[in-house]
């Protein structure tokens, strides 16, 4: 993770919510800069002004999910001060059941909403508690960059409850926007990122070695499958969809993995993971 700790946060009074007319034309001939930039080592920070010129944020981001990496955390000079450890851990191990990631690696792009990403119960999900409803995020939307199929960049941009959701002016401003943004941070990074062994990859194959043997010894193998997709948001209709069961089956598994695992919630079973996690000597 690359994080520059002096610039992490940027005071509440820089990051006013004030909408206004957006005129494309105006904001390419204001932010022609954002070019000349590329390759500097004010890029990022640059980026970020160009976006916020847009449209009105509370909080963003640039992270990097390259396949067979750890995320890179590449921009946090717009994250509010109490989000901080929250970054520090998602990456400990809970980015393997970030949807955002998976929709890089699976090479998805564009202007999209969390709600566009994510399985259909992450909303119920121990994740999404533990890191947006307790830091008071109304809404996500990402602009997700590919890198020539290798992973992607996300650019994630969040709405405190305060302020509302994004509304569809504003997915229609950054969806205009989109294009210059994606090929300058990619023309930026994507040479870099893709370059090599990249740095923690023996970290992230523990990671994800520890993910996938989770519960092992105790559950099934089809128990541990439920358990995975049950970690990443998917409802029992979901799971059962993914693995062509049925939903009864699926409640079946849910009461045996409890079970086995002395738990009786998704709270105790996201612990566990993290537990599993730390046990596994990467955090």
């Not at 393997?96 to 090479?107: F, N, S, Y």
């Not at 128990?223 to 209709?237: N, Q, W, Y």
């Not at 089956?249 to 045996?256: D, F, S």
């Amino acid at each position: 993770m690359l994080l520059d700790n002096e610039r992490l946060c940027v005071p509440r009074d820089e990051l006013p919510l004030t909408d206004h007319a957006f005129d494309l034309a105006r904001w390419l001939s204001h932010e022609a800069p954002l070019i000349e930039a590329i390759g500097r080592a004010d890029f990022p920070a640059r980026l970020m002004q160009s976006v916020f010129a847009a449209v009105p944020i509370d909080t963003a981001f640039i992270v990097a999910h390259v396949s067979a990496r750890p995320p890179a955390m590449l921009e946090a000079g717009r994250v509010l001060p109490e989000r901080r450890e929250e970054i520090q851990r998602y990456l400990v191990g809970p980015y393997l059941l970030d949807p955002v990631r998976q929709a890089c690696i699976e090479g998805r792009r564009g202007v999209l909403r969390l709600a566009d990403i994510a399985p259909d119960g992450f909303q119920d999900s121990e994740y999404y508690r533990s890191f947006y409803v307790s830091h008071g995020l109304a809404d996500e939307v990402n602009i997700l960059i590919d890198l020539a199929g290798a992973g992607g960049l996300a650019l994630s941009m969040g709405r405190l409850a305060g302020h509302g959701a994004f509304a569809a002016e504003d997915l229609a401003k950054l969806r205009a926007i989109e294009p210059l943004v994606g090929a300058a941070a990619r023309r930026h990074w994507g040479a870099v990122l893709l370059d090599g062994e990249g740095v923690g990859q023996a970290m992230h194959r523990q990671l994800e070695r520890a993910f996938e043997r989770f519960g092992e010894g105790c559950l099934t193998e089809r128990e541990a499958e439920v358990a995975r997709l049950i970690l990443r948001g998917h409802s029992s209709k979901s799971v059962a969809h993914a693995l062509a069961i049925s939903t009864d089956t699926v409640g079946v598994h849910r009461k045996n993995i409890h079970a086995k695992l002395g738990i009786s919630s998704q709270g105790e079973l996201f612990s566990l993971f993290i537990a599993s996690v730390t046990a596994s000597g990467v955090a």
